[in-house]
């Protein structure tokens, strides 16, 4: 069975400043992809960065990073020179087998100015 | 149009009404999925579509919950005599190929469903 974690519910960051937000994993799947989305408050998911499991290097896209730590099954984000615009919830998923994406519950994270 | 475009965007139901959400994909995308996310909640997948063939439909909470994509495009998500747990956010998304790879899964805005 697939399961994603993520143990914050809720986060901030002082503008300019970088946030990692926590993700952990569990499949036996050897083939696995890893996302992470952001959903303002128009609702709508965002994709932000994708890892798969034999990727060797850890994904980066601009300002976001994901600390891949594949013994330890975790998939952190890294969000740095944080914006306003970056408060969001922001969502862990995966993917293995199955042509769908299991996702965590979330993490809220708040941009302070 | 440019993205996933889902209607309506907010439906008021009295509990047994029936109801219809729609979704239209990006063109030409192949793959099209819905999923359901609770208040607080992360999304929970409820079908899969590849073309006009439901390919999984695993999800679906209860034989209340009918989807279809007769010709492979325009989905339509029914949900029967609807009851108060059924009041969610119902996001559709789609990816250009039969394979999820690196993330090409785009979503709409939702469709907010509550039952009173």
């Known amino acids: 069975a697939q399961k994603i974690t993520q143990t914050q519910p809720g986060m901030f960051v002082q503008e300019k400043e970088a946030v990692t937000l926590d993700c952990t994993y569990d499949?036996?799947?050897?083939?696995?992809?890893l996302f992470w989305y952001k959903q303002p408050s128009s609702g709508e998911m965002i994709f932000l960065i994708y890892q798969g499991s034999y990727d060797q290097q850890n994904a980066t896209e601009g300002r976001y990073s994901l600390n891949f730590q594949k013994a330890r099954k975790s998939a952190n984000l890294v969000i740095s020179a944080s914006q306003l615009g970056d408060s969001a919830m922001y969502f862990c998923a995966m993917r293995t087998g199955a042509n769908n994406l299991f996702f965590g519950t979330g993490t809220r994270l708040t941009v302070i100015p | 149009g440019a993205g996933v475009s889902q209607s309506p965007r907010y439906k008021v139901a009295k509990r047994g009404q029936d109801v219809a959400l729609r979704c239209d994909p990006i063109?030409?995308?192949?793959?099209l999925f819905w999923y359901q996310q609770a208040l607080g909640q992360g999304p929970e997948f409820l079908t899969y579509f590849q073309n006009e063939a439901q390919l999984d439909k695993s999800g679906l909470p209860s034989d209340r919950f009918f989807a279809e994509r007769p010709e492979g495009s325009v989905s339509t998500l029914k949900i029967q005599r609807t009851q108060q747990e059924d009041s969610a956010v119902y996001l559709c998304a789609s990816s250009p190929g039969g394979k999820l790879n690196t993330g090409e899964l785009f979503f709409g805005e939702g469709s907010r469903l509550t039952v009173l």
């Open positions: 499949t036996s799947d050897p083939s696995y992809g």
């Open positions: 063109s030409g995308h192949v793959s």
